[in-house]
């Protein structure tokens, strides 16, 4: 796993699972020819066969008082309808107590948005029930965002997502529903990024004048970084989700905020760097691999 620090506040990135190929459903674009030049995107997140790499981690923050986790993946047991994804039975929970947080002492949880691969460890079968995996936690989810989804037909990706993964902490109580530019605290706010889902949020680290953002899956893959019109077919407004995209650039290209993608494969985190009339992610070296 690895870890930065911003100002006082540390960032830990929890991997559930990283693969290699499988993912052009979620990019069509990118395709082995298209990939292959963008020499950037080698060794960590394109093979030399041409193929993306991918990470599924949640990323949990910790400030002087406060543990929070962001992001909490597909979890284990859980019916889905992609087979690599459907009944995990994967040791996350073991390595997050290795990085260092019990599931007890995390305070609050953060869902950038509500699709099956960053709530499915909101909850766990315990003797056949779904309960919250941090009871004292308080998890907030974009109230756009819930309200979207409490009132659509799932996809066929995200069906029984609400069911196995937010009711049950609804009903623990345990649900705060935010809007979209939420301060959690000081140093640590909700920015919209909409697209990917309607009330899509990314997550801003402020600390000692050093900053991070945690950009969900506002980019799927540093390879829409270079080309920003690349939008996800699991995107809800592909415009949209572009337009978030060369928003991001323009406020953060070639500044000093880290950028940690929720689905970027290690060492997951760098800054918008300008080459040319486009950007890359210039990565930052990382933690040895615990
Ligand atoms: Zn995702």
Not at 135 to 150: D, I, Q, S
Not at 197 to 217: F, K, M, N, R, Y
Not at 245 to 274: C, M, Q, W
Request: contains cysteine; hydrophobic residues 35%; negative net charge.
């Amino acid at each position: 796993m690895n870890s930065w620090q911003i100002g006082n506040i540390k960032i830990t990135r929890v991997v559930e699972m990283q693969v290699a190929g499988g993912t052009r459903f979620i990019l069509p674009q990118a395709t082995p020819e298209t990939i292959l030049p963008m020499r950037w995107l080698q060794p960590h997140f394109a093979n030399d066969k041409g193929q993306l790499i991918m990470s599924i981690h949640a990323l949990v923050i910790e400030t002087p008082d406060r543990k929070m986790i962001v992001d909490t993946c597909i979890g284990n047991d859980k019916k889905r309808s992609i087979a690599n994804w459907s009944n995990l039975q994967l040791p996350f929970l073991e390595d997050l107590q290795k990085a260092g947080y019990d599931r007890f002492d995390i305070d609050t949880v953060m869902c950038t948005h509500l699709h099956v691969d960053h709530v499915g460890w909101n909850t766990m079968l315990v003797d056949g029930e779904w309960i919250p995996t941090f009871p004292n936690a308080e998890y907030l989810m974009g109230k756009k965002e819930y309200e979207y989804w409490h009132n659509t037909e799932p996809d066929q990706l995200n069906d029984g997502l609400l069911e196995d993964s937010v009711k049950p902490v609804f009903d623990a109580g345990l649900v705060k529903l935010v809007p979209m530019d939420f301060e959690v605290c000081e140093g640590i706010y909700l920015e919209a990024t909409p697209g990917h889902t309607p009330g899509h949020v990314s997550i801003h680290i402020e600390s000692q004048d050093q900053h991070a953002l945690i950009t969900g899956d506002s980019i799927h893959h540093p390879c829409q970084i270079e080309k920003v019109q690349w939008s996800s077919s699991a995107d809800y407004d592909q415009v949209a989700s572009k337009q978030t995209r060369e928003s991001l650039l323009a406020k953060y290209g070639d500044s000093n905020v880290l950028i940690i993608g929720t689905h970027f494969a290690t060492p997951t985190a760098g800054y918008l760097r300008k080459e040319g009339s486009t950007y890359v992610l210039d990565v930052v070296s990382t933690d040895p691999v615990i």
